[in-house]
C-alpha cells in the first residue's frame, strides 16, 4: 500500500522560480489537503480539495495555487517562489472531512533562496 | 475563523514522569482527532473522540474530550523514549469541510 505519495521530497529553489509539488494517494479519498509546517506555527492549511474538480482557500493561501483534475493527484504550485514559502509542506487524504482520519505524505522540504 | 490553542507549546521531562497536553478551542466541536509526529517524520492519527465527556485509552496513552466539546486532552503515564515527538489535536466540523490543526506540543524525553 503507498498510501499519501509526495514528490519530490527535497528541493531548492531560487526567488521568482516555478515548481509544482504532486501528492498521489491510492485510497480512494475524496478530501485532500495540502499543509505547511514551521517551527512554532504548526499544520497550517494552504489549500483543500472535497473531490476532483474542486478546490478551495485554507488559511495561508497567498502565494499557492492548486488543482485536482483527477481523484486521486493533488498539485500545489508555487508561481513565483519567495524566501518566505520556505518551509515544510504536508499532503494529506481522508474518505470525509469529519470522522475520519487523515493520512498524510511524507513531506516535502522546500529552501527558497 | 476557527481557533485552536495547544498548550504547552514545548515540554521537557524526566524519562518516567507524565505528560498532558491540552488542546482549546473557540467553538463547539463535532469531533477531535490526535496525531504524533515523530522528529523528521509525518504525522500519524492516534484517536478520535466524539462525544461529551468521552475518555479513551491507548496503553499509556488516555484522551479526554470535554463535557462542552471544546477542550481536549492527552495524558502520557510514565513516559519513555518512544513518545518523543509532536503531538497535535486537529478539528473538524460538520459543514466545515476543514481539518485544522493545534500548533502542537514538542514533547522531549531525558533519558
Known amino acids: 500500500n503507498a498510501g499519501v505519495t509526495q514528490t519530490p521530497k527535497f528541493r531548492v529553489l531560487k526567488t521568482g522560480q516555478s515548481m509544482t509539488l504532486l501528492c498521489a494517494q491510492d485510497?480512494?479519498?475524496?478530501?485532500m489537503y495540502w499543509y505547511r509546517q514551521d517551527p512554532g506555527m504548526g499544520l497550517r492549511l494552504i489549500h483543500y480539495?472535497?473531490?476532483?474538480?474542486?478546490?478551495a482557500k485554507g488559511e495561508v493561501p497567498d502565494g499557492y495555487n492548486v488543482s485536482r483534475l483527477k481523484k486521486q493527484n493533488f498539485l500545489l504550485g508555487l508561481e513565483s517562489a519567495a524566501p518566505s514559502q520556505t518551509s515544510v509542506y504536508f499532503c494529506?487524504?481522508?474518505?470525509?472531512?469529519?470522522?475520519?482520519?487523515?493520512?498524510f505524505g511524507q513531506g516535502t522540504r522546500l529552501t527558497v533562496v | 475563523g476557527q481557533q485552536v490553542m495547544q498548550i504547552p507549546q514545548y515540554q521537557h521531562v524526566q524519562e518516567g514522569e507524565d505528560f498532558t497536553t491540552y488542546c482549546n478551542s473557540s467553538?463547539?466541536?463535532?469531533?477531535i482527532q490526535w496525531y504524533k509526529q515523530r522528529p523528521g517524520g509525518h504525522p500519524v492519527f492516534l484517536i478520535q473522540?466524539?462525544?461529551?465527556?468521552e475518555v479513551k485509552k491507548q496503553k499509556r496513552l488516555t484522551f479526554q474530550f470535554g463535557e462542552a466539546k471544546k477542550n481536549s486532552s492527552l495524558h502520557i503515564t510514565a513516559t519513555q523514549t518512544t513518545d518523543v515527538g509532536t503531538y497535535f489535536c486537529?478539528?473538524?466540523?460538520?459543514?466545515?469541510?476543514?481539518?485544522?490543526f493545534g500548533t502542537g506540543t514538542r514533547l522531549t524525553i531525558i533519558p
Open positions: 494529506a487524504s481522508s474518505y470525509l472531512a469529519v470522522n475520519t482520519e487523515a493520512f
Open positions: 485510497m480512494n479519498h475524496e478530501y
Open positions: 480539495s472535497v473531490g476532483e474538480g474542486t478546490t
Open positions: 467553538t463547539t466541536l463535532s469531533n
Open positions: 473522540l466524539v462525544k461529551s465527556g
Open positions: 486537529a478539528l473538524s466540523n460538520f459543514g466545515n469541510e476543514k481539518l485544522t
